[in-house]
């Protein structure tokens, strides 16, 4: 799905400053690189909306009233989607594929991710903000059979038959495993749509149940998964804490994830560790 450019575009400025980024920048790898990474350290992966009970809403006024005017953060629909409409504002060319998770997985899972494809001097790049787990904190050039790295972490692309696409990372031990696989066919707005509710709907849905909250900044990776908080330096896990109530959860969400806690967050984490919410 490429998105069209809306013809209002108030909220173009407004995006950029949530991103910290002065002016309208120049189409360039360069920018691509500082968009993207500053939409991983300030536009959180979070899922509170389907904690809640909601599904999440990918018209474009949606998307910018919570993630810009309300600050909050979202998951991969929500993210990615912005982030391509927003480059494509720009002047980028840009298009969301539809993903099979792998990470963590016995076999493919069902299309319920999304990445972001951006055609720089006719060279694609992977460009990806919405992945909760740990995917790449740059932009990667999609070249097949040699490491892309990004902060000192080595990802891979690769083709598989009846896959497409495969990303890879190389774990601390030097291992590789999947993270998730993807194809180059048309991808509609619809595509968009069933997945979203396939992942947010289904009462056995781990974002039903349990939160999740990720951001990357500056080679590292902060995670909140149910009740435990942990933080990473490229491959390597350096700080793993379980908090203990609701009120260090929401502390945690204030202070490594710039979330604010109102009602609807303070239900949805009352509700995760109503479930056990071990990370």
């Not at 194809?183 to 849905?205: F, H, I, M, R, Y």
């Not at 500056?218 to 390597?236: I, K, N, P, S, V």
């Amino acid at each position: 799905m490429t998105p069209e450019t809306p013809t209002d575009t108030t909220w173009l400025p407004e995006w950029l400053a949530r991103l910290e980024i002065d002016g309208q920048p120049p189409v360039t790898r360069a920018t691509l690189e500082d968009v993207t990474r500053a939409h991983l350290a300030r536009i959180p992966f979070e899922n509170l909306s389907v904690l809640g009970g909601d599904v999440p809403s990918l018209d474009l006024g949606s998307l910018t009233r919570k993630l810009i005017a309300q600050r909050r953060g979202g998951y991969c629909f929500e993210l990615n989607l912005l982030l391509c409409t927003g480059l494509c504002a720009l002047g980028f060319k840009a298009r969301l594929l539809m993903a099979r998770v792998m990470r963590n997985r016995p076999e493919p899972g069902p299309r319920t991710h999304c990445v972001v494809i951006v055609t720089i001097e006719g060279t694609e790049h992977l460009v990806d903000v919405g992945f909760g787990g740990p995917g790449p904190s740059a932009p990667l050039e999609m070249l097949r059979d040699t490491p892309l790295v990004a902060d000192g972490v080595a990802f891979r692309l690769d083709d598989r038959p009846g896959l497409g696409t495969v990303l890879g990372r190389r774990s601390a031990s030097g291992d590789w495993s999947d993270l998730y696989a993807f194809t180059d066919e048309v991808t509609a707005l619809s595509d968009l749509q069933a997945g979203n509710w396939l992942a947010a709907t289904p009462p056995g849905s781990l974002f039903r149940q349990t939160l999740v909250v990720a951001r990357q900044q500056d080679g590292r990776r902060y995670t909140l998964e149910g009740t435990t908080f942990r933080e990473f330096h490229g491959t390597a896990l350096v700080r793993e804490t379980s908090l203990l109530d609701v009120i260090a959860v929401l502390t945690c969400l204030q202070d490594m994830f710039g979330l604010t806690a109102d009602p609807t967050l303070t239900q949805a984490v009352v509700k995760s560790m109503a479930h056990g919410g071990a990370g």
